[in-house]
């Protein structure tokens, strides 16, 4: 299960949240097809049923992101949910179809309700985000799911995102968080800017704790 979080202030450690409550059975969900609500975690994510955790965890890697920021004082996941779909930032389908994030709406949400200074970013450069980063913004990136196989080629881009942290060490790469991180080295996985590029769709949104 998800472990303790940080304070909310830019210069402490980012936690490491998944949008499955179970960290050790995020990869038998996105990997094997196990069902989620056999996750014997689902209510600690906020959720009001297995069905209701079930149906949406999948979709939840931004507000996952979002958890991340925000650190100890962070509502649940599905609190974080709630609030984002009463901004339009998830909508529903008549048929039952899920979609989102949208980020107009989800900036507007994170800049009101929880007073981080957000900026949407919908064609953001890779060579652009070390400046963010440098600047004390975390990186909410759109990026390939199978970011979490850097070592394979990369099947597209976008479709989920990621939270980057901070540069590398050596300054030449990213340190991010994944929400559907199936180990400790891809929840908390650091990959070179050019490596990170194969994956990235060129958009995301940049949010910082106000001072």
């Not at 069902?35 to 297995?50: E, F, L, V, Y």
């Not at 200074?117 to 953001?124: E, F, G, I, M, S």
């Not at 199978?146 to 980057?164: D, E, Q, S, T």
């Not at 991180?181 to 994956?199: C, I, M, V, Y």
Request: glycine residues 10%; proline residues 9%.
């Amino acid at each position: 299960m998800n472990g303790p979080s940080r304070p909310a202030c830019p210069t402490c450690p980012v936690p490491v949240h998944t949008q499955f409550a179970s960290f050790e059975l995020v990869g038998p969900i996105v990997e094997n097809g196990l069902d989620p609500a056999t996750d014997p975690a689902w209510a600690d994510s906020g959720a009001k049923s297995p069905a209701e955790y079930a149906r949406w965890a999948g979709h939840l890697c931004g507000v996952t992101c979002l958890r991340m920021a925000l650190g100890a004082d962070a509502p649940s996941l599905f609190a974080l949910r709630d609030g984002a779909l009463g901004y339009g930032a998830y909508t529903e389908d008549t048929d039952g179809s899920i979609r989102g994030l949208v980020y107009a709406p989800f900036v507007a949400y994170v800049r009101e309700r929880h007073g981080l200074d957000a900026t949407v970013h919908r064609h953001l450069a890779p060579q652009e985000i070390p400046a963010l980063l440098d600047e004390g913004r975390s990186v909410m990136a759109s990026v390939h799911y199978a970011i979490r196989h850097p070592r394979r080629p990369a099947p597209g881009r976008g479709g989920h995102l990621v939270l980057l942290t901070s540069r590398t060490a050596d300054g030449t790469g990213v340190h991010f968080h994944n929400p559907s991180g199936t180990t400790a080295a891809t929840r908390s996985a650091e990959l070179p800017l050019a490596e990170f590029e194969r994956f990235f769709a060129g958009r995301g949104v940049s949010m910082r704790v106000r001072g």
